[in-house]
């Protein structure tokens, strides 16, 4: 007898609450593709940017940002994670430390929210994961 629940398609929910920044390049990839895979085999995906992570959600630094040398930029990323369908959520109380303003944040984010939104997401959710 094999088991068969791995294989079950129930809708399930994950967010992934990243932290890594450019200060930390190398980390800032996979989550994002994590989260495209994710999305993929039908999982509603949530990412929220928080601390330093907020960083890559400034115009011209994703876009300008390698996880390794000769890679893709980290905007790829994104992109290919919100082509799948991937919610991008990005800390507004984060934000004045790294001086932005909303005027300052890619189009690829979903909502500049409250950290309230993060602990929602991540009671909610059925998976939770940390960059």
């Known amino acids: 007898m094999h088991d068969d629940h791995f294989l079950d398609n129930e809708e399930k929910t994950v967010v992934i609450v990243m932290t890594s920044g450019p200060s930390t390049a190398h980390r800032c990839a996979t989550p994002f593709y994590i989260s495209a895979i994710l999305a993929s085999m039908d999982a509603e995906v949530s990412i929220f940017l928080t601390m330093e992570a907020v960083r890559l959600g400034k115009k011209g630094v994703a876009e300008n940002l390698s996880a390794m040398d000769g890679g893709k930029t980290i905007i790829e990323f994104i992109r290919d994670a919100k082509a799948a369908g991937v919610k991008l959520y990005l800390c507004k109380p ?7 303003e909303a005027d300052d944040i890619i189009e690829e984010v979903d909502e500049i929210a409250n950290a309230s939104k993060m602990a929602d997401l991540v009671l909610s959710s059925d998976k939770s994961m940390y960059f």
């Open 94 to 100: 984060a934000m004045p430390g790294y001086k932005l």
